[in-house]
């Protein structure tokens, strides 16, 4: 029996409504994880999968063989966050199972047989946003991960393994690496697994399709010359390899090393109500009627520190991290729990020099270990706003601060609209909005593709880009950026109303599939990466997949998985 | 009323069953054009869209405004062939309508609302390679297509217009461009539409948002400065200024130009049954039982002739264009025929130097009108085989010719196996099969991602890359060239016939959609350009678009439109 039987053994699935569930939680620490054991030795640290089975999000299925539901990557997201911000000795991550036999069995199946087709599609979303935290903490922060697949990986399982930078197995018969999706389940490896084969591990496409129909894997040394994976290592000299190589890795990273002290990822102050959840910088408002989210992000109550200790001093309540955190939970929330809020318009309040300060203050201190975490977070962060499937529109009034770091919310939206001069009845003596471009909009915040947003915005214009790049610092009021290509529409304060609405109405009046095919296309602009490969190609697929009867109607493959009954499927290619 | 609402004016669209239809048929000739006009004046050809009503490919369609279906796109693909082989004197082309009130309506929408979801995909796939075929012809061939957009294009008929070189709109108020496909059938602009907008127009990402959402479109000077046209023209000097800039164009082209006479694409002669599909070079013997296609592809009957003029002498017939003919109709008749065939069997039949001949002849006349066509040719087919949903496996036997030209067939192969050694029973004095890497290996047949199929397989590993193409000209047998990642597997006699069953078997045993998926992203390692985004991406979330209730359900935008009822969506953003 393979391990996906194994964990999918007595499964009886049928499509689950959550239509009664809480909202799933995203915040969580330490202390509460269920499914993993977060160990310290120096500049080492082990990230041991040990799945609660009856810890699931919902009690329809068992999380047999370190399988794994939303709840777990959850806490995988946290650690990963954890290890960046609060451990600064930490260089080398070592990513195992606390089992003996099992690695990790991937996705749980009864939970992807039960679940309605938008959240099979929103978690695998967070699952591939977590892989690429991994590598990015690899490629940008100094902090290494190592899979140290001690059992048998599969399907998702392997596909995390595929995230980290090096990836060692026990050479025995038993212990193998495989992605069983295709010929067990009619699904993809879709979590990065295909595309990680090929345009990262570089395995020759032959010898992938091969490997992607083979559902009992490969094992030892076949695997390493398949570029499977890194190393085999007998049982014997196991840990103490696995403890050499993250020695060697740890010893190359860049990260301050022992003595320095990370700085604590406090409780998110939260209150989530039917129709708003507000934290201390950011404020949804649910209007579940429009289908609409108005979110308000608040600028720093105050003048940037005047060195970067008082970021360390200040922790997780600098104004930039903590608006982060923020911002990067409500993305979350909003996507998982309020599916039926097709549009987000994204609003700022407050002084953008204070934003700029602020900014400024992490740029010029991009050597210190906790001002480029916090960057590479906004990051992040912002790279959630690109794949979310919510039309987003940004409104630019007075009194708002889209400025350097908070402007690229607006030039992640959809569209813009900045208010030509100001709101006459409500307050005729206020400064009019202005945007203002600073050097976090070139450089430091790459969308997936490798680009600024705004090079993607005027990609192959290089003439609009470096005009607008001329204006690096000044206030743009309307008609200036409107003209520079900045923002989309500057209507004044007669039309203004009336154009915020007829958008946000005809938007919520279309398809809401057609609306995130058009957005995934065009918010795309330019080059390709893997990541982009990943959500654009490999999702895609793996989308329409979920949807076919072949995977997920009754008498289909992922439905009748562990049931005894052969898939019966509908033989044409399409 | 817009046009697309006038094309679908009195449809009552349900999903259509074409089990009964005759085969679809590619074999056409401008003698049978029902929809098209083509017209000479020297260098510049004029191509007329005038759309038959009636004469749609069934008959529970009208073909209103301009509108198409395969059947239309069928002469299109006819018509773009004949251009390049039989008019080497044409340089520049003007793609226009016969009606000066529609330029074209698109696709034809009740077609579309009836189709069943493969024939949607399919249609979509050839629509996207004929206008591929058209950026060819402008980039490589000096025949460079000039939309005279005198009349609405609206969807599918905009898209047309952006496959050209140059797009002109006549400048008044009634001749716009639209992309309505979102706002009025709930689907993508999902022919080239979003990825040529931001990508070949580099129309910016938010006012492609806009432009996408507004059904009535854009027209005249406004069309021009969102960069959606590159030139508005009035009625008064329509006709002149199109004129004048077709003659620009055609004075830039390196077509041999006026007094040079082209080849004529005689009619293949084609034999079709049940269970066989043959012509001259090429034979696909349909195996319905086992869901396989066993094509065999035989090799040049003479070597190549001593130089180019007994190519344009030998015209239609000589072997490499022929084979391509054949390869060409045989892969678009079994894709639209045949989709209950999973699995395509490649093999040759024939001398490797004779096809080595044929190619080294094409090679060095690269500067010949008539030798540049056949390789692009060869080129367009061959990439049809990346794009096509069917498992490909490529057999390599004693007496095959896997050499230059007709490697490429086995390096499009999802996997390839190479005999090692002889069949003993059958022939065991054969020649054990060799295959043989060449100059038409290493960068002529680019695959759309602008990598040779070499250069994919191997992307990343510059050695084995540098490795392989050391061996150019050197007859590999099995072991070698498996050893050198050419092929995937060289089994021995004894165990060839068992490997080559369990593979088919297996293949046929799997979901067809997860092979489509799996495919599609292996196939592809490397980078991406606009023709693979337009595959992967944008085909990707169409087809999910496509088979999602929002568009193809009963109470779906595709199928409401038209009856007066709005949609009824799931307002679920996924």
């Given at each position: 029996m393979t391990s996906l039987a194994a964990q999918a053994a007595g499964s009886a699935p049928g499509e689950t409504s959550?239509?009664?569930?809480p909202p799933v939680e995203f915040r969580v620490d330490p202390a509460r994880y269920r499914h993993w054991r977060l160990a310290f030795d120096g500049p080492v640290a082990t990230l041991a999968m040990a799945v609660t089975?009856?810890?699931?999000?919902?009690?329809?299925y068992e999380l047999k063989l370190n399988s794994y539901d939303l709840g777990v990557d959850i806490e995988l997201y946290d650690a990963v966050q954890r290890l960046r911000f609060e451990h600064p000795e930490v260089g080398a991550v070592v990513l195992t199972s606390a089992s003996d036999k099992v690695f990790c069995a991937g996705a749980n199946i009864r939970m992807l047989a039960g679940a309605p087709h938008g959240q099979k599609v929103n978690f695998c979303k967070f699952t591939n946003e977590t892989r690429n935290g991994i590598e990015d903490a690899t490629a940008n922060s100094g902090q290494a991960y190592i899979a140290a697949v001690n059992g048998t990986a599969s399907g998702g399982g392997y596909e995390l393994a595929l995230a980290c930078d090096r990836i060692m197995l026990i050479?025995?018969?038993?212990?193998a690496v495989s992605l069983p999706e295709l010929p067990l389940?009619?699904?993809?490896?879709g979590t990065g697994g295909l595309t990680r084969l090929v345009d990262?591990?570089?395995?020759r496409r032959d010898i992938a399709d091969y490997f992607c129909t083979r559902p009992e894997g490969v094992a030892g040394k076949k695997a390493v010359s398949w570029r499977l994976v890194d190393e085999a290592v007998p049982r014997p000299q196991w840990e103490q390899t696995v403890a050499q190589r993250a020695a060697e890795l740890a010893a190359q990273s860049?990260?301050?090393?022992?003595?320095a002290s990370g700085i604590e990822l406090t409780p998110l102050a939260k209150n989530r109500t039917e129709t708003e959840i507000s934290y201390t910088w950011v404020r949804a408002a649910l209007d579940r009627t429009a289908g609409v989210v108005a979110i308000t992000v608040t600028g720093p109550?105050?003048?940037?520190?005047?060195?970067v200790s008082a970021v360390h001093q200040q922790g997780a309540s600098f104004w930039t991290l903590a608006v982060t955190r923020e911002l990067d939970d409500v993305i979350l929330d909003l996507r998982t729990?309020?599916?039926?809020?097709g549009t987000w318009l994204l609003r700022t309040n407050g002084d953008s020099d204070r934003v700029l300060g602020h900014d400024k203050l992490l740029l010029e201190n991009s050597g210190d270990w906790l001002a480029n975490e916090i960057v590479l977070y906004l990051k992040r962060t912002l790279k959630r706003l690109d794949v979310t499937s919510r039309s987003i529109i940004a409104l630019i009034e007075?009194?708002?601060?889209?400025?350097g770091s908070l402007l690229e919310l607006a030039l992640a939206a959809d569209r813009s609209y900045q208010l030509d001069g100001v709101f006459e009845d409500e307050d005729p003596d206020a400064d009019p909005a202005a945007i203002v471009l600073a050097e976090m909009n070139t450089?430091?915040?790459?969308?997936g593709n490798g680009l600024t947003r705004l090079q993607t915005r005027f990609v192959g214009d290089d003439e609009s880009l470096a005009e607008a790049t001329r204006q690096l610092g000044l206030p743009l009021l309307a008609a200036e950026a409107a003209e520079l290509g900045l923002v989309t529409f500057a209507p004044d304060d007669i039309d203004w109303a009336d154009e915020i609405r007829i958008a946000t109405e005809e938007r919520a009046s279309f398809s809401p599939d057609a609306l995130t095919g058009m957005e995934a296309n065009i918010r795309f602009a330019g080059p390709e990466t893997m990541e982009t490969k990943i959500f654009g190609r490999l999702t895609a697929w793996q989308n329409w997949i979920f949807n076919r009867p072949n995977a997920?109607?009754?008498?289909?493959a992922l439905r009748r998985f562990g049931t005894g009954q052969r898939a019966d499927f509908d033989r044409k290619r399409i």
């Open positions: 959550q239509a009664d569930q089975e009856r810890g699931g999000l919902t009690s329809d050479d025995d018969r038993s212990t389940l009619g699904v993809l490896p990262k591990r570089r395995v860049g990260r301050p090393g022992p003595g109550g105050n003048d940037a520190p005047a060195d729990n309020e599916p039926d809020l007075p009194g708002s601060c889209f400025a450089g430091p915040l790459l969308m997920a109607g009754p008498a289909g």
